[in-house]
């Protein structure tokens, strides 16, 4: 019942809400400084928006298609961070949206990870990847398992997906799917 109201600029790539619903999340390219990206964080109205992690080059974070998802609990925001140099890769990262602590969730670097989600009970997250070096337009879905574990491929060979998202009760996600030929 309330009008739309305009909370910040720089927004980009798809925000998430924090479990407790006080809170926004999001990357921001070209923050603080020229070339770099951060991880941000705000109050749900806007106010305290501040820079919790940053890349420079040959790193940043993954923006298009793509956004941080908080952990059910709230002690953690996943995001995607990646490598533009030679090698080129991808690396799924926690970070404390508190103090800014940082851990790699994935032990090696694939070649694209963009959107993550996380399972309503904290089990694991669902992220939109590519395994394929050769093909990195042949993004899959995956379950990482957390805290540790082997990623396994939950969707098929034909198809390519973009964006994710796993219902409050975790019975169900949706992500737009485009096949192959």
Do not use: C
Not at 64 to 89: E, K
């Amino acid at each position: 019942g309330r009008r739309p109201e305009h909370l910040f600029d720089g927004i980009d790539s798809s925000p998430s809400v924090s479990p407790d619903g006080n809170h926004l999340t999001w990357v921001r390219a070209e923050f603080p400084r020229s070339g770099e990206s951060a991880l941000m964080i705000a109050k749900i109205d806007g106010s305290g928006a501040r820079a919790i992690a940053t890349r420079r080059p040959p790193e940043r974070f993954v923006m298009f298609f793509a956004g941080p998802s908080w952990s059910p609990d709230g002690a953690w925001i996943a995001t995607a961070v990646q490598r533009y140099a030679d090698p080129l890769g991808s690396r799924l990262i926690l970070v404390d949206p508190k103090p800014g602590v940082e851990k790699a969730l994935l032990d090696r670097n694939w070649p694209l990870i963009t959107q993550s989600a996380w399972l309503s009970d904290g089990s694991g997250i669902v992220t939109v990847a590519s395994s394929d070096e050769n093909d990195i337009s042949r993004l899959r879905l995956w379950l990482v398992p957390y805290p540790s574990g082997t990623p396994m491929r939950i969707t098929p060979e034909l198809s390519a997906y973009r964006g994710i998202s796993v219902a409050a009760q975790g019975d169900l996600l949706v992500s737009l799917m485009g096949e192959m030929s």
